[in-house]
RNA sequence: GGGGUCGUGGGCCAACCUGGUAAGCUUCCUGCUUUGGGAGCAGGCGAUCUGAGUUCAAAUCUCAGCGACCCCA
């Protein structure tokens, strides 16, 4: 390595993102991305303790809001998987099936759970009093991707969690839809840092079996979008798959209303890297940090090595994850790592520090020093790891400033889309009709109708593609 | 879906065309020395993707397989 590229990790995101997201993520020992099967890798500590705090936050916030906790089985039977067609043909691609055993029913590696919670759903629902039924998973699923794999981006064995909930009414389904949008807000937003919007999908693009798809969209630094997200209201199709009924208060038996919500954690943490990550490396949101303080002494001399046990004792007593790096490295060294890795505070301490009562801090978000006194530590992380979250929040909502254009021909989709940003125009429809138009945009443009906002938007003129008058307004993006 | 490039120690790569002892940098290990923004010296471990073929001899040539990366639709 030559003393130039040792300056920082170097490489610069917002010019070559490809290259900065593949190298960050092995330089900070995310993924080992050599493990001998195709599209399945290895989670790496630092990836894995910042995806189980990830998991955490999504999970208190279901939990919150009324969901239980299950473990389904990671096998699902054929025949489940068969009972409702428009999943089956959606999904059977994907499937990665076990090798039949003699006698047993044909087994799928589960892509999504639909087809394990229903059936069960059928047992455990029978009165409008277990209404609504709330439910969720933490599990890893599985899909047979064609495309090019990407790390944590698109892998063939993924993490996520899935909601599941039957409702009585159509008008309960559609209010958990805009429940899971509050909850993608809180979680992926206030906590996470990262922007999105949510759209409504086009029909020729919505979850397999579903009525209508809601999903949030992430816009990538290099000006793609990647799909977080996505909220199904499932409507009563698999309901009569499944056979889920239950009593009503008029004593009729009716089918449920089935919504089902997936936020996939590893695919989050790809955008939580691509988002807040700069030319140094990683930068995490405090709450969401593998580890929040690293503690680096100028030197090895016992009374130097005995205030870093003490500092590091301190925070961990506060719930703080800290850990202290007494590797016989240099100083220097250790600033350029774990500012790589992406942690949000360090505190450095020598002999000065120990004459003076003082500690320095650096921050990563800032990139400055300060002194602050010692004694004064616990109160200036509190108030200081606030700090570091908001100005992340704030620094990635502006990536969709100016980043969302108005098209009113395909040329001008054409080069908003180039410039790599996202188009928004009018549209005839997102409903079948729509999609040819729409293979229009994907042909010439090598980009997707991502669907029309939730926020009602009033078309006004004709489609830009086909000249019909347009019902929507819709938004073009190149997507992963 | 179409096209292209490439598989050599943990990482980056040379040797391949023209078959004959696999070089270098880095990481790692040991020792000494050093520590306020990527230190230095000395020594050491570690590799030709898999299989078949051609040949006295294959990292090198041929075929097949597996795997990776890039571009385009």
Redesign the pocket.
Known sequence: ?TKEE?????IEKNKNF?EWY?EIIKKAELAD??Y?V??FIVFQPWSVLAMEKMFKHMESALQNKGHMPYYFPTVIPEKNFKKESHHVKGFTPEVFWLESVKGEDKLALRPTSETAFYQMFSLWINSYKDLPFKTYQRANVFRYE?????PFLRSREFHWIEAHCAHATEKDAMAQVHEDMETTKEVLHDIFGLPFIFFQRPEWDKFPGAKTTYAADVLNPDGRVVQQPSTHLLEQEFAKAFDVKFKDKDEKEKYVYITCYGPAISRIFASVISIHGDNKGLKFPWKIAPMQVIIIP???DKEVLKKVDELKSLLIKNNISAQADIS??????K???W??KGVPLRI?V????IQSKEL?I?RRDTNK?EKIKEKALLGYIEKTSSEIDKSLIKQADKLFDNNIISASSKEEIKKVIESGKIARCNFCSISKTGEACAEVI???I?AQVRGKNLKKESPKGKCVICNKKAEEVVYVARAY
């Not at 016989?328 to 060294?333: A, F, I, L, T, V």
């Not at 020598?350 to 520090?353: I, Q, R, T």
Request: without cysteine; aromatic residues 14%; charged residues 40%.
């Open positions: 390595m040792k300056v920082t990790f170097n490809s593949t991305i050599r001998n195709k599209g064609t495309k090019a794999t990407r100028f030197s090895l016989d490295k240099r100083p220097g060294e600033f350029y790592y500012e790589m450095e020598g002999k000065k520090e320095t650096y020093k994907e042909k010439e090598g």
